[in-house]
């Protein structure tokens, strides 16, 4: 099966030097210089992979990202420069991933490519064998999250969207509710594509969810910081 790739860059120099490095790998490879080109492309074409610099004109890589995660499963490779590490943290929350710095190493995108790739679509087979038997409500501590929708409801009935990297990490806390888990165990779960580069996005993620939560970061009670060992979550989950 052809794997097809989608680059979005604004730069031609950066389109052609991807676009010859997949195609001598035997990707099929299609280019969009702009986030809207790309969205054009996408409606009409499907790929495995969307390959897309941070840095776009008009609307930018992050919010691409975003909104291709709430409506796909498609695998997306970050491009970012040295200087964008606050960018990328956000980036990969979206649901980004993986990422390549500027300048790009060829080798190392290719093996990016090749190792993101086979994980989508493993991903993809395991979660069509088991939608079915999946809840699509879970209650803990007066919380209810609609795993449907990806919205979280609190005890008075106000509803909030969850991002897909908070949403992800709430499910692997609701597996393992009652048990530490080390920031290592967190990374490897979160979508099974070990997109997470470093502790502090990790750490990030757990702060935005605490929020959402109305989880005091001085004094928490569902999602506890165990020092030197990771975090646990302490509320009981029912479907």
Same mark, same amino acid.
């Given at each position: 099966?052809?794997? %097809?790739?989608?680059?979005?860059?604004?730069?031609? =120099?950066? /389109?052609?030097?991807? *676009?010859?490095? =997949?195609?001598? @790998?035997?990707? @099929?490879? +299609?280019?969009?210089?702009?986030?809207?080109?790309? @969205? &054009?492309?996408?409606?009409?074409?499907?790929? *495995?992979?969307?390959? =897309?610099?941070i840095r776009l004109p008009g609307k930018d890589g992050l919010t691409l990202t975003r909104e291709l995660r709430v409506r796909s499963e498609v695998g997306i490779i970050l491009i970012t420069g040295r200087n964008d590490e606050v960018d990328l943290i956000v980036g990969l929350e979206c649901g980004a991933d993986d990422y390549v710095v500027k300048p790009l190493n060829p080798r190392e995108l290719v093996s990016r490519t090749k190792n993101l790739v086979r994980?989508? %679509?493993?991903?993809?087979?395991?979660? &069509? &064998?088991?939608t079915l038997a999946r809840q699509q409500i879970k209650h803990f501590a007066d919380w209810t999250l609609d795993t449907d929708r990806r919205r979280l409801i609190d005890p008075a009935g106000g509803e909030t969207l969850l991002t897909h990297g908070e949403y992800q990490l709430l499910n692997v806390f609701l597996r393992n509710s009652g048990h530490t888990l080390s920031r290592d165990q967190l990374m490897d779960q979160i979508?099974? /594509? @070990?997109?997470?580069? &470093? *502790?502090r996005s990790i750490d990030? =993620?757990?702060? /935005?969810?605490r929020r959402k939560l109305h989880d005091d970061p001085a004094e928490p009670q569902l999602i506890i910081t165990? +020092?030197?060992?990771?975090y646990l979550f302490t509320a009981s989950v029912a479907a």
């Open positions: 099966m052809t794997t %097809r790739v989608l680059i979005v860059d604004d730069d031609p =120099l950066i /389109r052609e030097l991807l *676009d010859a490095y =997949l195609s001598q @790998e035997g990707y @099929e490879v +299609h280019c969009a210089a702009t986030a809207e080109l790309a @969205e &054009s492309f996408l409606a009409a074409n499907t790929v *495995d992979l969307v390959m =897309l610099d994980r989508v %679509r493993h991903a993809q087979q395991h979660t &069509s &064998s088991t979508r099974n /594509r @070990e997109w997470v580069p &470093s *502790d990030v =993620l757990v702060g /935005r969810l165990i +020092h030197g060992a990771g």
